[in-house]
């Protein structure tokens, strides 16, 4: 199938070949001409699948097709993200794919002046692309109006049920009109999120592309057993020893990210972590460093590497085992994409043996062993405890409600979340500053769904 029958404008099909796809991937051949008939759709899809030129090409088109002919435009599409990452990316290609259509469109999320984004909203947008929670102060502060959405895009939406974003989904539902063109992308279909789909969207088309899980299988996976102490000297030896030139390394807390950066710059390679702790403007320096090469390795906690566009990763370190099983699999997705041979390597110490038997039961296969010589683990060691560990998920992280309920963890209680350091790449109020955007300077997990600038919410 060629792009060209897909029914796309010669505007969006230039922009297209400009950025040398030659094909559209399954979720795009899928989802692009069900969009453009005007209906609603559930989508099965991940980041690195090409899901979002397969939402915004449509949106571009719908848009383009039917322009405003009022002096003040008005905001006609609404994508809705979890991260500031996500949202950042999700903007540059809707400017990418814009690029020969009229369309105006701005980003805002949290963690940033609020300022520049009432000023750009001020001089009018057909596209909004945004994080929840700035959004409502926007709305709030009265910088924008979801009167006159015709089209809303949910992207990711298991990610924002797992960050809490519920109820400022559904305030955000409530400001939009009952006639519009809705479209829900997600990883995972749980129960929540077949609720909220119930309620959002008008018989929508399914459409569901390979899981990762699937994908995986693709992936050249291997299991390193090594000494917990060990890990960092080991990592550093393969990275040095076979010239590895781009890793993404993940660990599971923010501490052990910033650890590991360290201490693998102290052996000479370049390396730069990104995680909820660091500001916004740290985040994306660091991001950029990687995509440029400038750092060679990026030390990644789980929710921070979240929708990050990384393409064609060769290497993926799991420094630590993730503890949800799902994790590993969204973890080994960054490499091998799109046909691309990519390896996925997690060095694995005695404690974390259950997390690996966990993560095996779900691949439905065993990952091939590899000791690496004067690496072998000492048989006398014990296993002890992972600190952060099962039932106080990365700390912190364990007071996203919804991912401690979902995975069936004790403490879901809304009660706990009371944090304001999470571990998502949302940050933390604390670090946000403060200013008359109140919440708004958070847009991640660790928001306080229940401060009183939320309750004072509209519902
Ligand atoms: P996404 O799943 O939307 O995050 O996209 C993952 C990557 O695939 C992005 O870097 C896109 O630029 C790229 N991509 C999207 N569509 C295509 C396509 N049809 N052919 C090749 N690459 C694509």
Redesign the pocket.
Known sequence: MS?QSLGLSAELLRA?SE???????P??SQAIPVILEGRDIMAG??????????FTLPLLHRLSAQMSTKKHRPVRALILTPTRELAA?VSD?VR?YGKYVPLKSAVVFGGVNINPQIDKLRRGVDIVVATPGRLLDLVNQGALDLSQIEILVLDEADRMLDMGFLPDIRRVLALLPAQRQNMLFSATFSNEIKKLAGGLLNSPALIEVERRSAAAESVAQTVIPVDRQRKSELLSHMIGAKNWKQVLVFTRTKHGANRLSEQLTRDGLSATAIHGNKTQAARMRALADFKKGKARILVATDIAAR?L?I?QLPHVVNFDLPNVPEDYVHRIGRTG??GNEGKAISLVCVDEHHLLRSIENLLKREIPKVVIPSYEPDPSIKAEPIPNGRNNRGGKQAQRAGYAKRHGQPGAGGGQRKSSQGQGPGGGRGRGGSGSAGAGNSSGPSRRRSSPQRRRQPA
């Open positions: 792009f297209v950025q040398n796809y030659t094909q559209p991937t979720v795009q899809a991940q980041t690195g699948t090409g899901k979002t030129a397969g990316q290609s990418t929708g566009d393409d994409r799109a």
